[in-house]
């Protein structure tokens, strides 16, 4: 199977056609991103800046959640909304800190 590579400015380059396509996104988190900050009281919060970052980064690519109307014999059904679990594990535990992962 071939496959290309496309800069963000070569997106309208890819196929038309019906295949198999990934995107790879590269999180744009510099040496501010991790180096040492201070509060006003002096308390470290370069682990916390820095799990906000990542956070940021990954919710610009969370999957999207799903709006599900079905309808079953009776008349009757279910309906609601379908969000990713692992997802929202991840985003929880990116953000608490080192206690919550493992």
Known sequence: MP???F??????NAPKEPGVYVWYVR???G???WEARLDGLGTDQTDHSFRQVL????????P??????TRLAFRDGWGGVLGPKKY????GKILAGRRQLG
């Open 55 to 62: 956070h940021d980064f990954t919710r610009c690519v969370a």
């Open 3 to 5: 496959s290309e590579l």
């Open 27 to 29: 999180p744009q988190i």
């Open 7 to 12: 800069d963000l400015t070569q997106i309208d």
């Open 31 to 33: 040496r501010c991103d």
């Open 64 to 69: 999207p959640e799903l709006v599900v109307d």
């Open 88 to 91: 929202h594990d991840s985003q």
